[in-house]
């Protein structure tokens, strides 16, 4: 095996990424909401040893544009919650990571912690959560709490994102900040059990966290223990310099989108910068390239497969990251030549559901153990093990602890 | 009998934060691995119960300021685990409590659609409301709830969350591969909801669950909140476990339903209730006020009174007599994050102090006395007929069963008394439905459902 290991990661949203996914013969668009769906597709990627699947999610129905609603009726439109997906799917696996998106810009900080940390306790050490900003007018409304106006697409474009939009960053920073801390607010062996004193905990080992930041205030402790893993996954999808900053200040892992105009050496001077500009010390970002693949099957090559897909969509698919065709062997050079120049992994988002997570662990896992780039078997059972974070992770509040190094402010 | 005998509703729940939970025990499992609920859950299960009931926590409890100790502290959340419950069991209900008040109806509205598609229609919501500014803390909208707008806000919610689970018909979703038509509707799961408490609109993203809308608890003993379960509440979980005050709460509520516009049959009523089994009265006797004395030490005694005392009362001896100064209403109070309102507490320790004196009580056997839930305690036949008679003679339409011992505690009373009351005609012997609401004997909801653009607020 190459000096770092390959990390291989799934992005599962409905029936695939391509809008007209849910058309082929062999998706299953009327199961999207099944427990049996994602139970296949969870165990699909542990069998092929992958080392985590996001589920996407987000407070408002999907939609063609990424910045507005719409009125179709010819894309898949519903979904369900996504940490309550990946909780279902604890029991049900053993080894692959789960890691659900949750919407930090209208939810409480206080459940999201217990929520991830609940996920952490039942799947013994899976746990991960997809960080997401909102900044969606319609997502404003049906919380209904404060109003976000709808950006423009200059305005989103620009080298700075407006205040407004640019607060909602901050403030995700300090959910993930909080959360981090409601986490490590039981140390370890805060239950204590003795019977003799009839103490259930050690008080002294249970802390509150007086988190109190520019927009909200959580005094703590959790209600639920120290998870598993201590410090379950953090994770954040980027794709500019806001939201690579939010995940250098909190986030484990950081997955970009190199495309034409920005490539993948690029994102990463990119994601150091914003490392550096927000002081992060300690265990550096993992990045990881998302690619949308739309793969080579026994009968048709990936590029007619995604002709014909665009055909039915009557438009060409766009991305916001690369869009791969081709063969298991031609995805493991990209993958490995991203390797080489610093990349953790990948998370590759199938076009279609089942197919392309299918081929994913049919042909291209097969392919990078050929080449000595991927596991032949779980070598660890946390995810944090699996991609080689830090183990175990010291808690803040611990006397004599140094705490996790970069969160403190 | 004349009447067909009623069918007992069973739920079950898994012993928590107070301290009725037997933790010293020495067989006594972890309140956190997901084993532990997971062990009762498929217990409830073996036993064809109705479904599997869990509490909610928001923050720990604290005495004079410092995290409660003595009881047990801690637990998972709510929804994450019925949802990985739901992985691991097949016909039984999963009901959660969650709070009203420090939830948002769009994001609730969409966790418990999820849990009802992923477990095929076995939901259920006990819908609490909370107000105090100790738990606030905890949370980005503070303490906001004025305690007046307690059933205000319990009622916008629930109405709520009925307009978002009928955004969506059931046939919104076409999806036919052919013609490319995935939604029947362009505007499916519109909403707009407004109210004194809330004031939403846009469209949900759960199409319509198997239940289309998770079964509703409550619980209600005041006569506002009696009115409020009577009106929009599926099961209510009654304080009563004895006849004749059971009976009395039962015919009173179902008559509120009644004169509420419902068949009172569609309202179910639920105490909870804990057992003590043996091989003879005697002896399961003997393991009762073992238990008994156990849950309730000096210490736990002393907190106990301090919740109406709102004073520290360690200094006082629990063998002693009860403590002789009057309650201090107007302190900070000393116990914080517990459900325990008190309308007067002079007039509460008057009473105990009445009691105590005719019956010769110390301090501690005053609490053993006051705070007894009464369990069912006998052979598992006696048990079981008392069961049987207690519902069957309107005390409710059923229990909901918890044992001090977790995990296992509820397995004794799976093998020893369900095959009884089976035996008695009053426990089926396996599950009539494949939802919560079929097996609950709740009518089935209209296919189509009418929408409502202006949802809450009628209520208050």
């Known amino acids: 095996m190459a000096s770092e290991p390959l990390h291989l990661a799934v992005a599962l949203d409905g029936a695939g990424w391509h809008p007209a996914a849910w058309r082929e013969p062999g998706s299953r668009p009327r199961e999207l909401l099944t427990p049996r769906y994602w139970t296949e597709l969870a165990r699909t990627a542990e069998a092929g040893l992958l080392d985590l699947v996001t589920i996407e999610d987000s407070l408002g129905l999907q939609s063609h544009s990424p910045f507005q609603p719409d009125d179709r009726v010819d894309e898949v439109r519903g979904r369900l919650d996504a940490l309550l997906i990946a909780s279902f799917l604890a029991p049900l696996t053993s080894r692959v990571g789960l890691v659900p998106t949750v919407t930090t810009t209208h939810t409480e900080p206080f459940h999201v912690s217990k929520a991830v940390a609940t996920l952490d306790h039942n799947s013994h050490g899976r746990a991960g959560w997809q960080v997401k900003v909102s900044g969606r007018a319609e997502e404003a409304a049906h919380v209904g709490r404060r109003e976000i106006t709808r950006a423009s697409a200059e305005e989103l474009t620009s080298a700075r994102l407006p205040s407004a939009l640019a607060a909602l960053f901050d403030e995700a920073a300090d959910v993930v900040q909080v959360v981090r801390r409601l986490w490590d607010s039981w140390e370890d062996d805060a239950e204590i059990r003795d019977v003799v004193t009839r103490r259930f905990i050690d008080r002294a080992k249970v802390h509150h966290v007086d988190f109190e930041g520019r927009f909200f205030s959580v005094r703590g402790p959790s209600i639920t223990p120290r998870p598993p893993q201590g410090q379950p996954v953090v994770a954040a999808l980027a794709h500019r310099r806001e939201p690579y900053e939010l995940a250098a200040r909190g986030a484990d892992l950081v997955f970009v989108t190199p495309t034409e105009q920005r490539d993948a050496a690029a994102l990463l001077a990119d994601v150091e910068q914003a490392a550096a500009d927000v002081g992060r010390t300690g265990e550096p970002l993992h990045v990881y390239a998302d690619l949308v693949v739309v793969l080579d099957t026994a009968t048709e090559p990936g590029a007619a497969r995604l002709r014909r897909l665009d055909d039915i969509a009557g438009v060409p698919y766009t991305s916001d990251t690369t869009v791969f065709t081709g063969s298991a062997a031609e995805l493991a050079d990209l993958v490995a030549a991203w390797q080489a120049i610093g990349y953790r992994g990948v998370r590759l988002r199938p076009a279609v559901l089942p197919e392309d997570l299918d081929r994913i662990v049919a042909d291209v896992v097969p392919e990078l153990q050929r080449r000595g780039l991927f596991r032949t078997a779980y070598e660890a059972t946390s995810l944090r093990g699996l991609l080689g974070l830090p183990t175990p992770v010291p808690n803040r509040y611990a006397v004599g602890a140094t705490g996790l190094k970069g969160r403190s402010r | ?460």
Not at chain 2, 162 to 189: E, F, I, M, P
């Open chain 2, 1 to 460: 009998m004349n009447a067909p005998r009623k069918q007992i509703i069973l739920g079950a729940y898994l012993g928590g934060v107070n301290h009725h939970t037997a933790w010293w025990h020495p067989e006594a499992g972890s309140q956190i691995d997901f084993s532990t609920f997971e062990h009762t859950a498929r217990t409830a299960e073996r036993g064809k119960f109705d479904f599997f009931f869990l509490a909610e926590g928001l923050a720990l409890r604290e005495r004079a300021g410092q995290v409660f100790d003595q009881d047990i502290v801690g637990r998972p959340d709510t929804l994450p685990v019925l949802a990985s419950l739901a992985a691991v069991t097949t016909h039984l209900g999963l009901a959660g409590t969650i709070n009203a008040t420090f939830n948002e109806p769009y994001e609730l509205a969409r966790q418990f659609a999820t849990l009802d598609h992923l477990s095929g229609g076995r939901t259920a919501w006990n819908v609490v409301t909370s107000f105090d500014a100790f738990t606030g803390q905890n949370f980005r909208r503070g303490g906001f709830l004025d305690r007046s707008k307690r059933y205000e806000r319990a009622a916008e919610m629930i109405d709520a969350l009925r307009t978002l689970w009928d955004s969506w018909d059931d046939d919104d979703l076409v999806v036919d591969q052919a013609t490319g038509r995935y939604l029947g509707r362009a505007d499916a799961g519109s909403f707009s909801v407004r109210g004194g408490q809330f004031d939403i609109h846009g469209r949900f993203t759960v199409p319509r669950s198997p239940q289309g809308r998770p079964v509703i608890l409550q619980a209600g003993v005041s006569p506002e909140g009696r009115d409020f379960a009577a009106r929009s509440a599926d099961a209510i979980f009654s304080p009563y476990g004895k006849l004749p005050a059971a009976a009395e709460f039962y015919r009173d509520v179902k008559a509120r339903a009644a004169r509420a516009g419902r068949n009172p049959d569609d309202l179910k009523i639920l105490p909870s209730a804990s057992f003590v089994l043996g091989d003879t009265e005697a002896e399961a006797q003997e393991r009762y006020q073992e238990v008994r004395g156990q849950q309730i030490t000096g210490q736990t005694a002393q907190i106990l009174l301090e919740q109406v005392w709102n004073r520290d009362l360690s200094g006082y001896d629990p063998d002693g007599p009860l403590p002789d100064v009057d309650p201090d209403p107007d302190a900070p109070p000393i116990i914080q994050g517990r459900a325990f309102v008190h309308q007067d507490r002079f007039a509460t320790v008057a009473r105990w102090r009445e009691i105590a004196e005719a019956k010769k009580l110390s301090l501690r056997e005053l609490v053993i006395d006051q705070f007894e839930r009464g369990p069912f305690v006998g052979t598992p036949a006696q048990v079981a007929e008392k069961i049987d008679d207690f519902v069957q003679n309107d005390g409710s339409d059923g229990l909901i069963i918890g044992s001090h011992l977790v995990p296992w505690g509820l397995d004794e009373f799976v093998d020893q008394v369900v095959p009884l009351l089976q035996e008695r005609g009053s426990l089926r012997a396996d599950y009539t439905g494949s939802t919560l609401r079929d097996n609950l004997g709740l009518p089935p909801l209209p296919r189509r459902c009418e929408r409502r653009t202006e949802g809450a607020g009628a209520v208050v």
